[in-house]
């Protein structure tokens, strides 16, 4: 189907598609930082941005159907996945110790 797009559309989508995942993000973090002590703003967006930016470069890889990519980009957003899950878990913990 992305062949029927022009290249400089589909760039103009993507990058349309990241800046509103990224306020989205900024957001996020806003809100997580307006209940929590430990974890800022700053911190959660970052980590979102990270997976927005991998899950891009993985629609990318997969459109190009290039399978090496995939298979490094599905590791990659994985590890930080669970990275950004024991981070907002602790910090929650850390607010709310008798959960």
């Given at each position: 189907m992305t062949e029927m797009i022009p290249r400089g559309?589909?760039?103009?989508?993507?990058?349309?598609?990241?800046?509103?995942?990224?306020?989205?993000?900024?957001?996020?973090?806003?809100?997580?930082?307006?209940?929590?002590?430990?974890?800022?703003?700053?911190?959660?967006?970052?980590n979102l941005k990270t997976h927005i930016s991998g899950t891009l470069d993985f629609i990318d890889a997969h459109a190009a159907e290039d399978e090496a990519v995939k298979a490094q980009l599905l590791k990659t957003g994985y590890d930080q996945a669970g990275k950004f899950a024991e981070f907002l878990s602790e910090g929650m913990l850390k607010d709310n110790p008798n959960l």
């Amino acid at each position: 189907m992305t062949e029927m797009i022009p290249r400089g559309l589909r760039n103009f989508q993507k990058d349309e598609a990241r800046e509103k995942l990224e306020s989205l993000s900024d957001d996020f973090g806003d809100l997580i930082d307006r209940g929590s002590n430990n974890m800022t703003a700053a911190q959660v967006a970052n980590n979102l941005k990270t997976h927005i930016s991998g899950t891009l470069d993985f629609i990318d890889a997969h459109a190009a159907e290039d399978e090496a990519v995939k298979a490094q980009l599905l590791k990659t957003g994985y590890d930080q996945a669970g990275k950004f899950a024991e981070f907002l878990s602790e910090g929650m913990l850390k607010d709310n110790p008798n959960l």
